[in-house]
Structures are given as structure tokens and as C-alpha cells.
């Protein structure tokens, strides 16, 4: 049976991220090679293209151009333009007319060599032609559609392009390139007839051929899809229905397989259209793909050799450090010895053998600490004992007062055991209900009015809705406490107490009437209450005439609610009072009155 491979061990994770990276990389470099590639290709075909179609469209002009002046210097031509369609009952004098005509035309015919027939046709049915020796004119040419398109123009060259055979000549086989146009007799301007002209196709086939940039390109002038020149194939009707009006001269489209430049003739309302294989591209990438497999094939098993070598130089040092964390489980602390293979490694023994340091010390420590840890341990159970001798110690001189009649004293230290119970039980939480709060607080205003009397009177006014409201422990009590110390005199005082809501934020306000304090007092003490915000340490500010209670409470506030919380003192000036204004969220809870052991 095979052995699994641990894919979990640190050299089989690195071998394999290795591996698969680098044949990531690999997929993602021939991707992007591939595609710039093609689009390099696709650019020198298009400029190339582009190049050779512009350059074969200028010549065909220059062509055009020419033919155009052939067929001005017939139709301007004074013994064809007077002689043409005239009447003369005189046989001789018929005779001589028309030879005069044809004498002209023989005379352009032999200006131009490829020219090759030049056909005179008059509105009477007469027909003057001159070309090749043996010439049959078809009797019905007044039927045909160039004829019938030639006597609807107005003058302007017609151009019929590349036909297959003779548009007029019935005894001639192959192509020709035709155009012609309307002939008039400038004295009685009026139309007397039509000129067609027939050239050879050899100078027009050897422009569209010296365009072909690849021998899978194919050239042709075009004409709202209709060939005008070049020879009709197979490629151009697959490509021809995608030939919209053109838009802009000189760009590449592609169009399935096919790349197609087109390129306006300045001199009709013909295009010249390249057609080019996108098969030649195809060629080109299956060669870079096969050379590419083998690349990527020999650098994959470079790779994976690579990747074991890396793997092994990489986790022997940590199969060392595993063997001495082996020890450590087993009791056995000793050092490794500093690895100089990676910084990291050298920082992680480093760290390793001060952790054996320090659990050495702190084994020792625990040995050491075993007996001082089991009678500290016995003491704090005999200090349980000291709390509830005190609880009953105060209910039984509560009773004993109780069976004198004593019922005021008896109830400060009733008061008194509530305060002492409440203070110091703190087994469950640190958070009570301000119901709870405002009790021991009534218990508090009970003793000290023990003192005061009638002197010292407390205004509660609570609003029942934040009764139920969550905060700390002994937060209201030291206020309460600082109230009485420092705003009460001999003579004694009113301590006003207010919780109500608002804007979702309990406000709670502790208000004395005793000497109040000045405002540079005022600010250091809220400066005070600003640093503890931030500051633990309060000695440097002991001269202030304030409890440490206080700003107890108000870090409490702050480190559990947020800095938008705690406490804030006011005051009117001297001898007119001060008020600590206390402010917590509103969190209600359904905290469970304490029980009293």
C-alpha cells in the first residue's frame, strides 16, 4: 500500500506552492504572450494592409483619371461632335461623314494601347466603332441596361468596371474594363448619342494583385457589393454581407475569419476592399504553441527539482527546532544553539531559548511558591469568617437597641450594616440599578443627618423612568460623600439629587449650597477629570480639594461608556454652591437585587 503524503508538513506545502506558482506564472505569461502575439500580428497585417490598399487606390485613380480623359477627348472631339447624328440625303456626302468620324476615333484608338475597342453610338442607330478587326455590334444594344443607364446620365463618366465579356461586341470573348458617356453637339446642345470604351484588364489586374500583402489575400474594387474589378471568389461572398457603408477610409475590421481593409476612390463612388485569411495568424500561433509546450514542459521539471532542493534547504533548520520543542514537552529544557540560516530563525531560537529560560525560573518559582500559595489559601478562608462576625455583630446591637425602644439609633445602624454590606460585597458584579444606588445613598443621608439634624435636609427628585437604568458600582456615594464634606457647614445645608433622560443620555446632578469654589478652582478641577481621561497616575494633584473618589468614579465612566461620558463640576462662585453633573448612556437591565447574606 502507498504511504499518503503529508501535504500538511511545511516542505510538502512549500514544494507545492512553488510548483503551482510557477505553473501559474507560466499560464498567465503564455496567456498575455499569446495575446500580444496575436495583436502584433493583427497590427502588421492591418498596416500593412492599409499601406498597400491606400497605394493601390491612389494608382487606380491615376488609371481612372486617365480614362476619364480618354473619353473627354472623344465626346470634345469637333468631327464626332458636328458629324454625329447629322443627316445628309447626299450617299457620297454620308459616306465621307462617316468615315471622318471613324478617322477620329482611329486616331484616339491608336493614342492608347490597351485600349481596346471605342464604340460611337448614335441616338439614330448608327454605330461607329474602331478596335479589332473582325467586330459584330449587338443589333439590340438600345435594350441593355448600360445602354439605358448611359442615356440617363447627364454627361458624367459612367464606369461599368471589370466585365466578363464585351458589353457590345458579340464576336469577342473576355474581359474587359467598360465605361462610357453621353456625347453632345455643342452648337445645337442637345445629346446626339453614346461613347463605350473597352480597355484591357491586364494594368487594373496587376494594381489589385501588387496589393495582396499574403497569398491569402485577395483585392477588389467594390460598388455597394458588386465586384467592379478583380475576380469574383468564393472568400468575397462570405465576406460581402458584411460590407456596410463605409464610415471612415483606411481602417481594419475583422469579420469572423477575415480581416478586411477598405478604401474610398476618390474618383466614383467605388471602394477598394482587401480580404486577407486570418488563417495566416493561425499559422504563425500553432508554431508558437508548439514551441512554447516544450519551453513550459522543461521548465515545469525544472520546477519541481527546484522546488525539492528549496524545500529541504529551507525546513531543515525548523525540523531541527521541532526535535528540541520535542524535548521541552518531555522536561527537558535545553537551549538550541543560535541558527545562522535566516534572520527569522535566528530572532525565533532566540526567543525560544529565552521562553526555556523563563519556564526554568518559573518552574523553580512554582516549587518554590507551593506552600506560600496553600496557606495563603487558608487565610483567605479565615477571612470569610471576619465579615459576617461584623454583619451579625451589627444586627444583634440593632436588636438590642431594638427591645429598649432606642428605634432612631437603631436604625443608623441599621443603615449602617446596609452601607457595610452593600460596600463590600462584591461577589457577583461590578454594576447595580440606580434603585439600588439611590438606597444606600438614603441609608447615607440617614447617618449623616444623625449629625445635622433637621439642619441638613436632601431634595430627591427622581425620575421613575431611569430607576431601572445599569451603573457602576459606589458611583453616586463618594459624590454624596464630597457633597456633604465640602457643602455643608456647622450651620448645615441642602443637598439636592436629580436623575431624569435626556436625549437618550442619563443625567444625574448632586447640588450643594455651601461655599462654592472660584473659576481657576473650577478649571483645575475639570482639567483634573480631563487628565484622567488619560492618566493614572494622580499624585501631583492631591493639593485639590477633592476626593481621589471622585475621579475614581468619573475613570470608571469613562474607560466602560467612552470619553462623551463622566463626570463635570459647576459652580456659580463662591459661597453659591457647586454641582457635580454625572452623565451615563441609557442601558436599562433587569440586574437582580443583591441578596443579603
Known sequence: MLRKIPFRTFGSRIFLIFLFSFIGISIILSFIYYQVTSKQLEDTISDAGMKNVKQASEHIDLLLQGYESLSKSIITNTDIQNLVGKHSKNSAVKAINDRTITNA?????????????????????????????????????????WYKQLQHSEGETVWFGMETDSLIDTSRDGEVFAFGRKLYNLTRTESVGVVIIEMRTDILQNILQNSNITEYTETYLVEQGIIKGGRDSQLFQQVAVELEPLSSAGKMKRVDDHFIVRYPQKINDWELVSLTESSIIKVEIVQFRQYFMIITIALVILSMILAILISVHVTSPFKKL??????????????????????????????????????????????????????????????????????NTLDMIYWMLDEHENEKLGDIVLALSSMFRYSSNWKYHSDVTLREELEQIKAYALITQMRFGKKLVFDWKIDPDVLDVCIPKMSLQPIVENAVIHGVSEGGGKIEIAAYLLDSVVRISITDHGKGMDQVTLDRLNTLFTQAEVKDDLSDNSSLKVGIGLVNVHKRIVYRYGLKYGLSIASSGLNRGSTVNFALPYQSTQHTMMRLE
Not at 109 to 126: E, K, P, R
Not at 346 to 371: C, H, I, P, W
Open 322 to 391: 521541532r526535535i528540541y520543542m520535542r524535548k521541552v514537552t518531555l522536561g527537558n529544557f535545553e537551549e538550541i544553539p543560535i541558527m545562522k540560516s535566516y534572520v527569522e530563525l535566528e530572532s525565533l531560537t532566540g526567543a525560544y531559548n529565552q521562553m526555556v529560560r523563563k519556564l526554568d525560573e518559573l518552574f523553580v518559582q512554582m516549587r518554590e511558591m507551593t506552600e506560600s500559595e496553600r496557606i495563603a489559601q487558608i487565610q483567605a478562608l479565615q477571612s470569610q469568617i471576619n465579615p459576617h462576625f461584623l454583619y
Open 105 to 145: 476615333i482611329g486616331a484616339i484608338y491608336y493614342a492608347w494601347d490597351d485600349v481596346i475597342s471605342i464604340h460611337v453610338l448614335s441616338n439614330d442607330g448608327a454605330a461607329y466603332s474602331y478596335g479589332a478587326l473582325t467586330q459584330v455590334v449587338n443589333p439590340d444594344y438600345m435594350t441593355l441596361d
